[in-house]
C-alpha cells in the first residue's frame, strides 16, 4: 500500500517529467527546423511560411539565433488563451470547441466538490480513527484514514457523507443540464449557419433488393422517381473497388520513387542512380532506377487498365448500395428518417456521411453479414476485456508490495529499500498500466473497422465506446476487486465468512492510491508529452532525411493529426468517474483530478489552435455520449456508496440513498428526451427553412451538377469523362459551382452519418497566429488533389 511518502516520490518524478516536457516544447518550437511540427494548423490555413525560406545565414534556417526570444520562452502560455470560443469554431470547427468544454465542465463540477468534501469530509474521517484497531488485519495508509474506511460501524457520522452525495449529485445533474443545453444550441446555430453542402442533399441506401434483369441503378431510378418524385434528383451506384485501390496506391509509391530519381538527376545530370532489379532491391543486376520505375510503372499501368474495366463492365462490381440525392434538404430529410419499404430490411435509408467521411473499403461488406460481424467483434471484446485482467493483477501486485509480502516473504530484501519501494508503489504501478494499455487503442479500432462501419466518425465513436467498457471493467472496477482481493488475501483466509463483505467494504476505498498514482502519470506527465510531440517530431525530421523525395511528400511528413476521440474521451471520461466515486469516499484524490482538468484543458487549446486539422466536422455528435456516461459515473458512485455503507452496519440509511439513483435516472431520461434528437435528427422545419432561404439562388440543374460527383469513389477522379459517364457522372452540365462549402475543396467537413443531418463549411477566421520569433505574410497556395483509396484531401505545396 502507497504512503504518504510513496505518493510524494511519484509527484515529484511526474512533475520534474511534465516540466522537462515543457521546457523541452517551450524551447524546440523556437526553432525554424521544427516549425512544421509546431504549427502546421497556420501551414495549412496558408498563414504561415517556413523561417528556412527566410533570408538569413545557413546556421539560422535551422536555429534561432536571436537569443531574446529565449527569456520568452513561455509566451506560448498567454497565446493559448487568447482565442475566444466563437473564434475557436471558426478556426477549428465546432467539434474542437465542444472538446475543449468537456475539460471546462470537469473544472466547474470538481473545484466547488473538492472545496466542499475537503473542509467537511476529511475532519469527519479523520476523528473516528477506526482503521488504527484494524492494523493486525488490514494493510493500511495514512491516505487510507482520509476515507470513509475510517468512520466506525453504525456511526451517525455517516449522514455527512449521505448528504454530501446528495449535494454532489444535484450540482453535477445541474452543470450537465446547462452543458447539454448550451451544446445543443451551439449544434444548432452551427448547422444553420452552414452553407450548400452534398451531405445535406444526400442519402445512404443500403440493402437494395434484387430485381431479375434490371440493374442496381436502375432499380433505384425507379424506386425513387415513384416513391419521391417531387423530390428525388439523381443517385450514385457504389462500386467494390477495392483491388483497383490497392494498384493505384502502389503506383503512386512507384511514381514518388520516379519523381525522386528524376529529380536527383536533374540536379545532377552526369551521375545516373541505379539498384537493383531484385527483391526491395537487395540483390539481382544493377540497372539505371529511372529506367526501372518506369518499366514497372507501364506494367502496372496495364493491371490498371484491366482492374478498371472489369469495375465498370463486371455487373459484380456494383454492390446493393447507392447514393441517393434529392433537390431539396426536406426531401432528403423526409427520405434520411422513414421506413422506404413494406419489408423494413429493405431500402435502408440513414444520412449519407461527409463525403471525406466515407470509409470506402466497408462499403463493400455485404448488409447481411454486418450483424454476424458484430455478434463476432462483441464477443473478441468481451474475451479481450477479461484477458486483460491478468496484466491489471499483476500490476495491483506492484501497487501493493506489502500485501504481496504477507503472501511471499521473500521478496522483503527487495521491498525494505526505502527508494525502491517508494519509486514502485508510487510510479511504477500506474507507468505499467499505461504501457499495457498503449496498443489497445489501435485494437479496437481494427476491430470496429471489421464490424462494417462506412463513416470513420461512426468507427471512431464505436472504438471509444469499446475503449470505455474497457478502461471501466479493468482499469475501474478490475484494479479495486483484483487489487482487495489480492491484497487482502490472508485476512480472507484467516476469518470467517460473516466478516469478508466488512472488509472488502473496508477495503474499497483504500484503491485511491493506486488511482493517485495513475492519474499523475496518465494526466500530467501524459498531457505534457502531448505538447512535445516528441513522436510526429523525430517521424517528421526522420522522414525528411529518408523519405521525402519531392515537395508533396513534405506536405505528407507534416501531419497534424487531430483529436485522437478513441482514446481521448474515454480516458476523459475514466477521470470523471474517479471524481465523482471517490469525491464522497476518498476526497484527497480530488485535487489530483483537478490538476489534470486544468492542465489537460491549458495544453489541448494551444494544439486545437495551432496544431490539430480535424479530418471532419461532426458538430459536436459525440455529446450525447459524453453525457450519459457521465450520468453512469454518477450511478456507481450511489451504488458504491450504498454497499460501502451496508458494510458499516448503517443500513437505515440504505433508503435515503437508494432514492438517488432514481432521480438520476429519472434526470437523464428527461435530458435524453429534451435534448439528443437534436443529435441524432435533422428537423424538418429547419430544413425547410434552410431550402427557403436558398432557393432564390439556386436551382435543379445547377444543384444536380454540384452533386454529380461529389460521392464518387475518389480512384474514379483519375478515370476520363467517357468512362465517369460509365460510372453515373454526366459531367456535360452546367458549370459545377464552388462556394465555400464545396464538399470536395473545403478544409474543413462536418459529418453526419445516421445520427443527424450533416451540413457544413467551416469560415476561417482572421485570428493572428502566434509567433514565437518570426512574423510572416500570409501565402497563397495551390491545391493540389491527392487521390487515394479511402478519402480525398487537400494538399497544399508551400
Not at 146 to 153: E, K, M, Y
Not at 399 to 416: D, H, I
Not at 701 to 709: R, T
Amino acid at each position: 500500500m502507497a504512503t504518504l511518502g510513496d505518493i510524494a516520490v511519484s509527484a515529484a518524478f511526474n512533475i520534474v517529467g511534465a516540466f522537462a516536457f515543457l521546457l523541452a516544447f517551450a524551447l524546440l518550437r523556437l526553432q525554424p527546423i521544427n516549425d512544421r511540427v509546431y504549427f502546421p494548423k497556420w501551414y495549412i490555413s496558408g498563414k504561415r511560411n517556413s523561417p528556412r525560406h527566410a533570408g538569413g545565414s545557413f546556421v539560422g534556417k535551422f536555429v534561432n539565433l536571436n537569443f531574446k526570444t529565449y527569456f520568452t520562452f513561455l509566451n506560448w502560455m498567454p497565446q493559448a488563451l487568447k482565442m475566444s470560443e466563437a473564434e475557436i469554431i471558426d478556426h477549428a470547427g465546432l467539434d474542437s470547441a465542444v472538446f475543449l468544454r468537456i475539460y471546462l465542465l470537469g473544472l466547474k463540477i470538481f473545484v466547488p466538490m473538492a472545496a466542499v468534501a475537503l473542509v467537511v469530509l476529511i475532519p469527519v474521517n479523520v476523528s473516528d480513527g477506526t482503521l488504527y484497531s484494524l492494523n493486525k488485519d488490514l494493510v493500511i495508509s495514512n491516505i487510507d484514514k482520509l476515507s470513509i474506511s475510517n468512520v466506525r460501524s453504525k456511526s451517525i457520522k455517516f449522514f455527512f457523507h449521505i448528504s454530501m452525495q446528495y449535494l454532489f449529485t444535484f450540482w453535477t445533474c445541474c452543470l450537465l443540464y446547462k452543458e447539454y443545453s448550451r451544446v445543443a444550441s451551439m449544434r444548432l446555430r452551427f448547422l444553420a449557419s452552414q452553407g450548400r453542402r452534398a451531405e445535406q442533399f444526400t442519402v445512404l441506401v443500403r440493402n437494395i433488393p434484387h430485381v431479375s434483369g434490371r440493374s442496381t441503378s436502375d432499380s433505384v431510378e425507379s424506386f425513387f422517381s415513384k416513391n419521391h418524385p417531387e423530390h428525388y434528383l439523381c443517385h450514385q451506384a457504389v462500386y467494390n473497388a477495392n483491388k483497383f485501390a490497392r494498384l493505384v496506391r502502389k503506383r503512386n509509391r512507384l511514381q514518388n520513387w520516379l519523381d525522386y530519381n528524376q529529380l536527383k538527376f536533374e540536379r545532377n545530370p552526369e551521375k545516373r542512380q541505379r539498384r537493383k532489379n531484385g527483391f526491395l532491391g537487395l540483390w539481382g543486376e544493377k540497372i539505371d532506377s529511372i529506367d526501372f520505375y518506369k518499366h514497372q510503372i507501364k506494367e502496372l499501368d496495364k493491371k490498371l487498365t484491366m482492374e478498371r474495366q472489369k469495375v465498370l463492365k463486371d455487373p459484380k462490381a456494383i454492390i446493393p448500395a447507392a447514393f441517393v440525392s434529392f433537390n431539396s434538404r426536406w426531401g432528403a430529410a423526409v427520405c434520411a428518417q422513414t421506413q422506404q419499404s413494406k419489408n423494413p430490411t429493405l431500402w435502408l435509408t440513414k444520412w449519407a456521411p461527409e463525403p471525406r467521411d466515407i470509409y470506402w473499403k466497408n462499403l463493400a461488406i455485404p448488409y447481411v453479414s454486418l450483424t454476424i460481424r458484430r455478434f463476432i467483434i462483441s464477443v473478441a471484446v468481451f474475451a479481450l476485456i477479461f484477458f486483460y485482467m491478468i496484466p491489471i493483477a499483476f500490476v495491483q501486485s506492484l501497487a501493493n508490495l506489502e500485501g504481496l509480502e504477507k503472501v511471499a516473504p521473500f521478496l522483503r530484501p527487495v521491498t525494505e529499500l526505502k527508494f525502491i519501494k517508494s519509486f514502485l508503489q508510487g510510479f511504477l504501478p500506474g507507468l505499467a498500466l499505461k504501457i499495457f494499455l498503449f496498443a489497445l487503442p489501435t485494437i479496437l479500432m481494427i476491430m470496429s473497422k471489421v464490424e462494417g462501419y462506412v463513416a470513420k466518425s461512426t468507427l471512431e465513436r464505436k472504438a471509444a465506446a469499446k475503449y470505455y467498457y474497457f478502461m471501466l471493467v479493468n482499469v475501474f472496477l478490475g484494479s479495486i476487486i483484483a487489487g482487495t482481493a489480492f491484497q487482502q488475501l490472508r485476512a480472507f483466509l484467516h476469518q470467517s465468512a460473516t466478516q469478508i463483505p466488512r472488509t472488502i467494504g473496508v477495503s474499497i476505498p483504500m484503491k485511491a492510491t493506486f488511482f493517485i498514482t495513475y492519474i499523475m502519470v496518465d494526466g500530467w506527465a501524459g498531457i505534457a508529452s502531448e505538447i512535445l510531440r516528441l513522436k510526429p517530431l523525430v517521424i517528421f525530421h526522420l522522414k525528411n532525411m529518408f523519405i521525402v523525395k519531392t515537395e508533396r511528400d513534405r506536405v505528407k511528413a507534416m501531419d497534424p493529426g487531430s483529436v485522437d476521440f478513441p482514446e481521448t474521451l474515454p480516458s476523459l471520461q475514466l477521470y470523471f468517474l474517479l471524481g465523482l466515486v471517490y469525491a464522497v469516499v476518498t476526497p484527497i484524490l480530488l485535487p489530483f483530478i483537478l490538476v489534470f482538468f486544468a492542465f489537460a484543458y491549458f495544453v489541448y487549446r494551444h494544439q486545437v489552435i495551432n496544431v490539430y486539422n480535424q479530418q471532419y466536422e461532426s458538430a459536436g455528435a459525440f455529446w450525447p455520449h459524453v453525457h450519459s456516461r457521465i450520468i453512469w459515473s454518477l450511478l456507481i458512485s450511489q451504488l458504491l456508496l450504498m454497499g460501502l455503507l451496508s458494510t458499516k452496519k448503517a443500513a437505515n440509511s440504505t433508503p435515503l440513498i437508494i432514492v438517488l439513483p432514481i432521480l438520476t435516472l429519472a434526470f437523464h431520461n428527461y435530458c435524453k428526451n429534451r435534448f439528443e434528437p437534436a443529435f441524432r435528427k435533422y428537423p424538418l422545419e429547419e430544413a425547410m427553412d434552410k431550402d427557403l432561404e436558398d432557393r432564390p439562388s439556386e436551382s435543379d440543374v445547377n444543384l444536380k451538377s454540384f452533386l454529380a460527383d461529389a460521392y464518387l469513389h475518389p480512384i474514379f477522379r483519375s478515370f476520363e469523362e467517357v468512362e465517369l459517364v460509365e460510372v453515373g457522372v454526366d459531367k456535360s452540365q452546367a458549370h459545377i459551382p464552388s462556394p465555400s462549402g464545396s464538399s470536395s475543396s473545403s478544409s474543413h467537413h462536418d459529418i453526419h452519418h445516421h445520427e443527424d443531418k450533416p451540413s457544413h463549411s467551416v469560415h476561417h477566421h482572421e485570428y493572428e497566429p502566434p509567433s514565437n520569433v518570426y512574423h510572416y505574410e500570409a501565402e497563397v497556395s495551390s491545391n493540389v488533389y491527392e487521390y487515394d483509396t479511402e478519402s480525398y484531401r487537400n494538399v497544399y505545396h508551400y
